[in-house]
Structure formats: C-alpha cells, structure tokens
C-alpha cells in the first residue's frame, strides 16, 4: 500500500504516495507534545493572574477550547497539515489528490474521537490497515486521505532522459503535457515493456496523439520513444 491511483480530467493516471502508518503515528506524537506543551504553558501564564472562581471561562476559552479544536483548525487553515503531518512531511487531501472543503476536515475530525479518542487509536489501525486508500474511518466518511510528499522517484523512474548529440524534436505539441503526466506515461510505457503489453503501448500513444491533436503516423513504440524524448528536449532548453 504505497500509493494509489487517480485520474485527471484528461484521463492521464496519477499516483498519489500513501502516508504510511509509522508517518501519521509520528505525527500524532508530536502534535499529542505540541497540545500538551501548550496547555502546560498557558495554564501556568493564566494562573499567575491569579483570576477568580467566576473568571473559570477564560481557562476554558484560552487553554481548553484551542486543544480541543488544534486537529480541525490546523487542517483547515494550513493547507490540510497540522505541525506534527508538517514535520512528517505528510497532508490531507481528497482521494481525487485536490484540497478537501471546510465540512471534509469537520467530518474526519468529528469521527476522531472514534478513531482515536474512546479507542485509544486502536479504531484508526484496524481501518488502517484493512484499507487500501489509507484511511482511518474518519477519511472514509470524508472521502479523503493523508498522502506523504516525501520524494520517492529513483534514477530509472525519474523523467529525465539522456538526448543524442544534435538531436531534432519531432512533436512540439508534446509541451500540452505536464510533467506529472509525462512522468505517468514513461512508467505506463516502460512496464507496458517489461511485460509485453503492446495493446497497452498502442493505447497510450492512440491518446497521447489525440491529447497532442496529431494523427498517429509511426509504430506506438517508436511514437512513446519520440515523444518523451522531444518533451525532455523542449523543457531542458
């Protein structure tokens, strides 16, 4: 379970890589230290005022309620990451990889207590690690997910190629593609390859041509070969 698949509008597969469970149970210690730490500190902050009984609302409003809400306004202000997915280089988003709406982070915090809470995350783990997506029950009701950022591209799946000396681009209409699509269409071309698929191979280019909006007039092998070679021509210049 290290990543899962979606696809964009343009009907280009793209990978998304799945935190995986040490990732978000590092990331749940640190935030545990965060809120504790900040509760420690402000609670001996306000007791130094030395506030009455029928001042007891503000412990409440200043120290309770920002523990209580940390997870929900963390996600929701800093782009899907509290400061412990941060740390982890680690982020909540939809499972289509999109940035998920205000009620997607209420609805996976609210299911928390669940999860983790009453559970003492034993909840969470179970649906962990029976789901294919990497969600806990609170991503499932939310539709999201928590994806790692971490780079994993090796020397053989990066999307740079080597060009031959004066080499002349064919298809300037290769520049339609980004680089995550360009990226997809290597692998999809290089494991199509490995296991021989040629209906897999004349498919991809069969689309390739039609995102590009040029006729197919070469074998697929050698139009996949061109084409990653002209993108990697045009976006080195």
Partial sequence: ?????????????????????????LAFLIDTLIIIAYGLLT??????????????????????????????LMETFNNGQSLGKAAMHIR????????PAFSNYAIRWLLRMIDITFT?????????LFNSKGQRLGDIAATTTVISEKQKITVHHTLMASLPDGYQPKYPQVTVFSDEEMQQIKNIFQKAKREQKHAVILALAKKSSQMMQISLDEK??????????DYNFYTQQ
């Fill in 92 to 99: 909540v988003v939809k499972l289509d990889g999109s940035k």
């Fill in 1 to 25: 379970m290290d990543n899962y698949q979606i696809e964009t509008a343009q009907n280009v597969e793209i990978y998304q890589n799945i935190a995986n469970l040490g990732e978000r149970i």
């Fill in 220 to 229: 697929p092998l050698m139009f996949i070969d061109t084409i990653i070679l």
């Fill in 120 to 128: 003492t995350g034993a909840v969470a783990v179970f649906a962990f």
């Fill in 43 to 72: 609670g001996i902050a306000v007791s130094s005022l030395g506030l009455g009984r029928e001042n007891e609302w503000i412990y409440m409003v200043v120290i309770g309620l920002p523990m209580f809400l940390y997870h929900l």
